[in-house]
């Protein structure tokens, strides 16, 4: 679910950096819940919108179980909260929500988490195939249960393309940049058209959509050995982020200047998970409503973000917690979710349903967003990310990418850089 | 634990009263007050330092003699995390970073400070509280809104820095994009902040200096200036060296405003350009859980590296004191 994070990222880090010494402190500590009787109450911990207020009412009327629902807003809150919860052993909620690169680093230690196999029916089937397997730990339990998939698209400014002479119909667009090399041209005739400027805000982002589109393995093998230098993946998502650097206005994702770079029109395109689609029209605000609109991506699919719900080993009541994540992740929660908050579907049901594909956008220009995400969500590929693959995909890969891309280092040096840094930040 | 208020006064010396055991008890309990009760008044803080920084570092130390995952094992490693430490090329970085930020940040800032208190101190000076109450606010700003303010102004594109140099025909400079500049822009948040707060630690040593060793030497044809020299900094010494030693302890501990001049990565800029040892710390540490154990050694090398240099401060101080 939306990574909304960064936008206050600062803030984040100010608590974060008076929790520092104290975090080191924690210390683990396992105690065994006691199991059986019927909760009077549990707790749902998720962060940004999930989009579950009304459906954890019609839950409590259905069992006469009390359901509290907590919310972090951002990610990067979130994560040390969990962090403290797993270290000290309480705390947290019965039902958590897991984003994609939590998910993946609490895996290392599946103990914390409960299987959830045994306590819930079987939907082996029910979900994309991929996501499903990415709830699973590598002992084997099934430790989240698919919620949203980020899915990727590709925001562009209708005025701006026009004023470069460019088509601006979003099936125009999508078809003037089927691959990458025709992003390329595309990016090149813009650039020609407006007088030099830039059809993307940074590389980095271009890096994350290729990245998703390989499939297989990416910065770790089936045995979660760092593969980084070797793995085809990441250097064609290398390669082809490297060949963009023409067209890109070298500015950081989350920074101020990307923010304020929305309004002043530093850039006339971004890749659009679709949780992205509120950031872009709040960045861009109210004045530029109508001027956005949503196009293909090049290459087809590709997935950035997504969540799983899952039960932690301390929740004192584990099968009716197991109950309840069930629930929130069926064909019918999920699109309820997307109709109150828009996180895209993962079970198939779901993703078929009327109410889903029929969703248009206004800010947009009315883009039917549920139709071309849900386009894009059956052209991801099955992934294997390994253990720290966040750590390796942000400060490795990203960091290695945008150094070359502001002319700090060559790109050899920078390919250097990020094999030395997935070794230290794949390490687990 | 009242104050003593008994009227007798601890005379060992006063001769019993013939028969007065309820005295003679008053008395030994007046004495028993005077000797132990100081410990008691200062036992809250002690206490409160105990459980909050005492036991936190004895913690962190074992901590550091351990492979130790945040949310999974612990496995004692004796002091391997200490001799991985002396290898590490990102700790050395870190180190270097911090050391100059801090020369930036701190040796301008006391220069400054020094001569801003001196003018405070002036007789003369008109509106007095007002400059000195004014010249304390950037202190009392939350510093998470001085890192964004400051952020703003170094904007590569939009920045008002760069906006300004624009004018003198200097190119945009990326302020985060190198070593030098990032190191400026970060002590430039700390000179703005902390230069008042060090301004009154002096200003109040100074006027700790007796008036009358000002008028001798004004009557013995001393200018400003050689009062200055002569006076004034040596009487001041004790003052500086706790402000130096407490400017070391900040400087080295320096975390918000890096962080958030990278926009909150820990990493500090692409080629670690400006990441200080508590940021390599807190990387380590906390951002990747299953470093605890080696984050913790890197707490306790920052430890001991202020300890080391606050000994080294002292020292020096001194001896150009004199």
Redesign the interface.
């Given at each position: 679910m939306s990574l909304t994070t960064r936008r206050s990222r600062l803030a984040a880090s100010a608590l974060a950096a008076i929790t520092a010494l104290g975090g080191l402190a924690a210390c683990g500590n396992d105690d065994e819940p006691a199991a059986g009787e019927k909760p009077s109450k549990l707790i749902v911990e998720t962060f940004g919108e999930f989009g579950y207020e009304e459906l954890v009412k019609q839950y409590e009327k259905d069992t006469g179980i009390k359901i509290e629902l907590r919310k972090t807003a951002q990610l990067r809150e979130y994560r040390p909260k969990l962090v403290r919860y797993l270290a000290t052993g309480k705390g947290a909620g019965d039902v958590v929500a897991l984003e994609e690169g939590i998910l993946n680093e609490f895996k290392s230690n599946p103990r914390n988490w409960v299987d959830l196999a045994p306590l819930i029916d079987d939907h082996s089937e029910d979900y994309l195939p991929w996501k499903w397997e990415l709830g699973k730990a590598p002992d084997g339990r099934l430790m989240g249960l698919p919620t949203d998939v980020g899915s990727l698209a590709v925001c562009y400014r209708k005025d701006l393309f026009e004023a470069a002479g460019l088509p601006t119909e979003r099936d125009e667009v999508s078809a003037l940049w089927s691959d990458w090399d025709s992003f390329l041209e595309t990016g090149r005739a813009y650039k020609e058209g407006s007088g030099g400027k830039a059809l993307i805000d940074t590389i980095v982002t271009v890096s994350e959509a290729v990245l998703f589109q390989q499939g297989d393995d990416l910065f770790y093998d089936k045995e979660n050995n760092i593969i980084a230098e070797t793995s085809p993946a990441v250097k064609a998502a290398w390669d082809t982020a490297t060949s963009m650097v023409e067209l890109s206005a070298k500015i950081e994702t989350w920074s101020p200047e990307w923010s304020g770079g929305f309004k002043q029109g530093s850039f006339a395109a971004t890749f659009c998970p679709s949780w992205m689609l509120g950031i872009v029209a709040e960045n861009s605000g109210e004045a530029n409503k109508g001027k956005w609109d949503v196009a293909a991506v090049p290459g087809g699919g590709g997935n950035w973000g997504g969540s799983w719900l899952a039960v932690p080993e301390q929740s004192a009541y584990h099968e009716e917690a197991a109950k309840l994540a069930e629930f929130l992740t069926n064909a019918t929660s999920q699109v309820e979710a997307f109709k109150a908050k828009g996180p895209l579907p993962t079970h198939l049901e779901a993703l078929q349903d009327e109410a889903f594909l029929s969703y248009t956008n206004e800010y947009f220009s009315g883009a039917p967003t549920g139709k071309i995400f849900g386009e894009s969500v059956s052209k991801i590929e099955p992934i294997h990310l390994g253990p720290k693959h966040q750590a390796v995909k942000e400060n490795a890969f990203g960091l290695a990418l945008r150094g070359f891309e502001n002319g700090q280092v060559s790109e050899d040096e920078a390919w250097q850089q990020f094999i030395k840094d997935a070794q230290i930040q794949g390490a687990f | 634990m009242s104050h003593s208020t008994t009227a007798a006064p601890p005379t060992p010396a006063a001769p019993p009263p013939p028969g007065g055991t309820p005295k003679r008890w008053r008395l030994s309990l007046a004495r028993l007050d005077i000797r132990y009760s100081p410990y008691l008044y200062i036992a809250p803080f002690f206490l409160i330092f105990g459980i909050f920084g005492l036991?936190?570092m004895l913690?962190?130390f074992w901590?550091s003699l351990h492979d130790w995952?945040?949310?999974?094992d612990?496995t004692f490693i004796g002091f391997d995390n200490y001799t991985r430490l002396l290898t590490d090329e990102?700790f050395w970085n870190a180190l270097i970073n911090t050391l100059g930020i801090f020369v930036l940040s701190t040796v301008p800032q006391l220069l400054l400070a020094l001569f801003l208190a001196n003018l405070l101190n002036r007789t003369l000076l008109r509106a007095k509280t007002f400059f000195r109450l004014a010249i304390f606010v950037p202190n009392v700003v939350?510093?998470?809104a001085v890192?964004?303010v400051f952020?703003?102004l170094y904007?590569?594109?939009?920045g008002l820095v760069n906006w300004l140099l624009g004018f003198v025909g200097i190119d945009q400079i990326?302020w985060d994009?190198?070593t030098w500049s990032s190191w400026t822009a970060i002590a430039s948040m700390v000179n703005w902040r902390w230069t008042g707060y060090n301004t009154l630690i002096l200003l109040a040593g100074m006027q700790a200096i007796p008036r009358d060793l000002y008028e001798a030497a004004e009557i013995d044809g001393a200018g400003q200036w050689r009062q200055f020299w002569r006076i004034t900094l040596p009487l001041l010494r004790p003052t500086f060296i706790f402000v130096v030693i407490l400017s070391t302890i900040g400087g080295m501990q320096l975390?918000?405003e890096p962080?958030?001049f990278g926009?909150?990565?820990?990493?500090g800029g692409?080629?670690r350009d400006f990441q200080t040892l508590?940021m390599y710390?807190?990387e380590m540490?906390?951002?990747?859980?299953?470093?605890?154990g080696y984050?913790?050694a890197v707490?306790w090398a920052l430890f001991m590296i202020i300890g080391l240099m606050s000994l080294l401060n002292f020292v020096l101080v001194r001896r150009a004191a004199k």
């Open positions: - | 036991y936190p913690r962190t901590m995952d945040l949310i999974g612990h990102y939350s510093v998470a890192a964004i952020g703003m904007q590569r594109e939009y990326d994009g190198q975390f918000t962080l958030l926009n909150g990565n820990i990493i692409t080629q508590a710390m807190y540490g906390i951002t990747n859980l299953n470093s605890a984050g913790a707490a």
